[in-house]
């Protein structure tokens, strides 16, 4: 029983560049939320995507976007990046945003 | 707004000692207090979850002691062993009003010594 995957594992990136962060969910989750965790913080809610549409939103600019594929899968875009964009990008997946969310191990996300 | 506070920011723990790390939140409308443990370079994996409605939940070696009055809930490690090193966050949400996002504390970096 495959968990949340995250891909890429790392990545660099110059400031003003874009980004495309991806997530598969775990088997039988339907509802994938975004985080964001700066190093030595815990974790931020971004926002969580279900039946293809953003259900909630957190305190996070436009520059951050994402999308959510038929198949449970989504992305997640951030634009025009910034230095303070440097942390670790965690996806999280449930049943229709109830019970338990399960976490991958995150894409570290570095900006030059 | 900080709206789960943690403490402490790191524990130092003798093996098969009790490990306890404290968190309080502000919003009294979270009824899902889950507790997550991160190793270096993993994601956050589900530890234990409380809801309000029981002042205490045993799993294992993992007890959540909740405490609605003062709006605190707790995590104890007991027989904590090295394995158990690892950074411990606590979170929380409102479910009840379709919020779904988990608002989390700062962490606890426990180091369990032999």
Same mark, same amino acid.
């Given at each position: 029983?495959? +968990?949340?995957? @995250?891909?890429?594992?790392?990545?660099?990136?110059? /400031?003003?560049?874009?980004?495309?962060?991806?997530?598969?969910?775990?088997?039988?989750?339907?509802?994938?939320?975004?985080?964001?965790?700066?190093?030595? @913080?815990?974790?931020?809610?971004? !926002?969580?995507?279900?039946?293809?549409e953003e259900?909630? /939103?957190? $305190?996070?600019?436009? /520059?951050?976007?994402?999308?959510?594929?038929?198949?449970?899968?989504?992305?997640? $875009?951030? $634009?025009?990046?910034?230095l303070g964009?440097s942390a670790?990008?965690?996806?999280?997946?449930?049943?229709?945003? /109830?019970?338990?969310?399960?976490?991958?191990?995150?894409?570290?996300?570095?900006?030059? | @707004? @900080?709206?789960?506070?943690?403490?402490?920011?790191?524990?130092?723990?003798?093996?098969?000692?009790?490990?306890?790390?404290?968190?309080?939140?502000?919003?009294?409308?979270?009824?899902?207090?889950?507790?997550?443990?991160? !190793?270096? +370079?993993? +994601?956050?994996?589900?530890?234990?979850?409380?809801?309000?409605?029981?002042?205490?939940?045993?799993?294992?070696?993992?007890?959540?002691?909740? $405490?609605?009055?003062?709006?605190?809930?707790?995590?104890?490690?007991?027989?904590?062993?090295?394995?158990?090193?690892?950074?411990? !966050?606590?979170?929380?949400?409102?479910? +009840?009003?379709?919020?779904?996002?988990?608002?989390?504390?700062?962490?606890?970096?426990?180091?369990?010594?032999?």
């Amino acid at each position: 029983d495959a +968990g949340v995957t @995250q891909s890429p594992t790392h990545l660099i990136k110059t /400031r003003g560049q874009q980004v495309t962060l991806r997530c598969s969910p775990k088997s039988g989750h339907d509802t994938v939320s975004w985080y964001q965790q700066a190093l030595g @913080q815990g974790p931020q809610f971004i !926002f969580q995507y279900y039946e293809e549409e953003e259900r909630q /939103r957190g $305190n996070f600019p436009d /520059r951050f976007s994402g999308h959510q594929f038929p198949n449970y899968s989504s992305e997640l $875009n951030v $634009n025009a990046l910034l230095l303070g964009d440097s942390a670790l990008y965690l996806c999280a997946s449930s049943p229709k945003g /109830r019970g338990p969310q399960h976490f991958g191990d995150g894409t570290r996300l570095s900006i030059l | @707004q @900080q709206q789960v506070k943690q403490s402490p920011q790191s524990l130092i723990v003798q093996k098969g000692g009790i490990s306890i790390i404290n968190c309080a939140y502000e919003n009294t409308a979270f009824d899902y207090f889950p507790w997550y443990q991160q !190793f270096p +370079g993993k +994601g956050p994996a589900l530890l234990i979850a409380i809801r309000p409605d029981v002042s205490e939940k045993k799993e294992g070696r993992f007890t959540i002691s909740f $405490n609605k009055s003062a709006k605190q809930f707790s995590l104890h490690i007991m027989d904590s062993q090295p394995g158990d090193s690892a950074t411990y !966050f606590c979170a929380a949400s409102n479910s +009840g009003a379709g919020s779904y996002q988990l608002t989390f504390g700062k962490g606890t970096k426990l180091s369990v010594i032999p």
